[in-house]
């Protein structure tokens, strides 16, 4: 078992999952336009979205108890979110919905090859709400946030570890702006996701094993950095696990990231290996990227261990 969880298994939720859910609008193109460009693009659909709230969906198919702990407005598109958090198993119960606000929206353009590219707009405000936060994480095993505003993040992770929570954060690019804001986020977190491209744009370094390692120096027990059609790599203090990605029919990659963490920390909470976790990540995310949607292809737990069972894998998930 990977060492980061507390004697905590008896807690209502396995994962609170912090950050407000958002609704995508997905467009169609041949290609992403760059600056001064325009193009053709043919409206896919509108979607259930948002990084945290899709790691959400992820673990609950994958039969975790998953609370969603955030923000919505009181329009339809809130309304059509938490029903869609009803559908895939996730509670509610510390999803706030604010009066006369707008629900967070992103706008996702999606090229021929299945790649993406991202706007997002945020609701605006503190999503960390003092009256709940507390009972939210008492309730729960691990908390995963995306953790853009760090003194909100700070005392997350101070009322987290206060509760014997665990901390799991995804770090993009745009969240660091230099290497203090890179230490702070690590040393008031116990697992880290990253992406290859972001950890080099972070590190200032190639993706490798001893890389990865060097971080875990600065507080987290655990980096996984996923690698898309590569794979991901998992480093703890003791282990490094390289996992292949498993053959897929690429449709859209958007939210293929989220499923792998969510997966992970599925694989995790059961008290899996790393390397389990890793390969069971890893054949989630490959099943996740064959659907339209963010959370169109995220697998059950069946599906996920038919890939494993014809790949030869002989885990028993």
Do not use: W
């Not at 995508?24 to 760059?34: E, F, G, L, N, Y």
């Not at 120096?217 to 655990?222: C, D, N, V």
């Not at 990659?253 to 990540?281: H, K, P, V, W, Y």
Request: charged share 20%; glycine share 8%; net charge neutral.
């Amino acid at each position: 078992m990977i060492n980061i969880l507390r004697n905590n298994d008896a807690r209502r939720f396995g994962l609170l999952a912090f950050g407000d859910p958002n609704l995508d609008t997905v467009i169609a193109v041949d290609a992403v336009p760059r600056a001064d460009q325009k193009c053709l693009g043919r409206r896919l659909g509108s979607f259930a979205g948002g990084t945290v709230a899709n790691v959400a969906c992820a673990a609950s198919r994958l039969r975790i108890p998953v609370a969603s702990y955030g923000r919505t407005g009181d329009d339809v598109a809130g309304e059509f979110l938490r029903a869609e958090f009803q559908r895939t198993g996730v509670s509610t119960a510390y999803l706030r919905s604010l009066s006369g606000k707008i629900s967070a929206n992103a706008l996702i353009m999606l090229d021929k090859c299945g790649e993406k590219a991202v706007v997002y707009e945020p609701m605006p405000g503190p999503v960390l709400d003092p009256k709940t936060i507390s009972q939210a994480l008492v309730d729960s095993r691990l908390v995963h946030a995306m953790p853009y505003d760090l003194e909100e993040f700070f005392e997350l992770s101070k009322l987290a570890h206060g509760t014997g929570t665990a901390v799991s954060i995804d770090i993009e690019t745009a969240m660091v702006n230099g290497p203090a804001r890179l230490d702070a986020l690590l040393a008031l977190s116990d697992l880290v996701f990253m992406n290859e491209q972001s950890f080099s744009e972070i590190v200032k370094k190639p993706l490798t094993a001893a890389n990865v390692r060097a971080l875990l120096e600065r507080g987290p027990e655990l980096i996984v950095v996923t690698r898309g059609a590569a794979g991901a790599i998992a480093v703890s203090r003791k282990q490094t696990v390289e996992q292949s990605a498993f053959r897929a029919q690429v449709v859209d990659t958007t939210g293929a990231g989220d499923c792998f963490n969510g997966a992970f920390i599925a694989a995790l909470l059961e008290g899996r290996s790393l390397m389990q976790a890793t390969r069971f990540a890893c054949a989630a995310a490959c099943i996740s990227v064959t659907a339209v949607g963010a959370r169109s292809g995220l697998p059950d737990r069946e599906a996920v261990s038919a890939l494993l069972a014809a790949a030869d894998q002989s885990f028993d998930y």
